[in-house]
Structure formats: structure tokens, C-alpha cells
Nanobody, 121 residues
Framework: QVHLVESGGGLVQAGGSLRLTCAAS????????MGWFRQAPGKEREFVAR???????YYAASMKGRFTISRDNAKNMVYLQMNSLKPEDTAVYYC???????????????WGQGTQVTVSS
């Protein structure tokens, strides 16, 4: 069992930065691949980035170069550093834990409650 709690969202101007944090509880955290997803109003939840326990990362094409995912296994934390934010990045951002390297939301076992990111133009 893994419990996930996101934080760090907020309102930022276009071009700005935010760092999202996902705090995980559970002894098996290090056995899970961790992902970030986002969901804008009226749209489906979409994949942002994922990271393996050894630090190997993968990004959605539109986020690569602007977003950086990282994790601290000692602290049970996952981070998403977001730079050069655009109004179209506005969404609720979710942290998720799974065991498959996939962008499919249905393959992830545990989800946080989400944190709102709003980028003003």
C-alpha cells in the first residue's frame, strides 16, 4: 500500500517556475515506478513524466526540456520541477505509483489527490 500526497501547486505567471512535491508513505515505495500526470478541465488525464527507482526518467514530448522529475528514495519523495510554464500547462497535477513503464493511467496502482497549477498569461 502506498499513500501519496501532492503539494506545491499554485498560481504563476507565464514563463515562471513551480516545484511540485509528492510525499509517499509505505515501506514499498522504492519498489514502485513513480509518475506525474495532469488533467485540464474538460480533458483526459495525460502523462507528464515517470521515474524508475534507479532514477531513469521518461517524459512526454511536450514537457521534455521544461520539466524535470526526480525522486529521493531515502525521504519517500518525488518532485516535478516545472520551468518556462505556459498557460496551457494549467491543470491539476497528480502523482502516481505503478510497476509498469507506461503512460496509461489505468496501469498505475496508487494516486494522490492532486494539486492545482494555474499559469496566467
Amino acid at each position: 500500500q502506498v499513500h501519496l500526497v501532492e503539494s506545491g501547486g499554485g498560481l504563476v505567471q507565464a514563463g515562471g517556475s513551480l516545484r511540485l512535491t509528492c510525499a509517499a508513505s509505505g515501506r514499498t515505495f522504492t519498489s514502485y515506478l513513480m509518475g506525474w500526470f495532469r488533467q485540464a478541465p474538460g480533458k483526459e488525464r495525460e502523462f507528464v513524466a515517470r521515474i524508475w527507482t534507479d532514477g531513469l526518467t521518461y517524459y512526454a514530448a511536450s514537457m521534455k526540456g521544461r520539466f524535470t522529475i526526480s525522486r529521493d528514495n531515502a525521504k519517500n519523495m518525488v518532485y516535478l520541477q516545472m520551468n518556462s510554464l505556459k498557460p496551457e500547462d494549467t491543470a491539476v497535477y497528480y502523482c502516481a505509483a505503478g510497476r509498469k513503464a507506461t503512460a496509461n493511467v489505468y496501469e498505475y496502482d496508487y494516486w494522490g489527490q492532486g494539486t492545482q497549477v494555474t499559469v496566467s498569461s
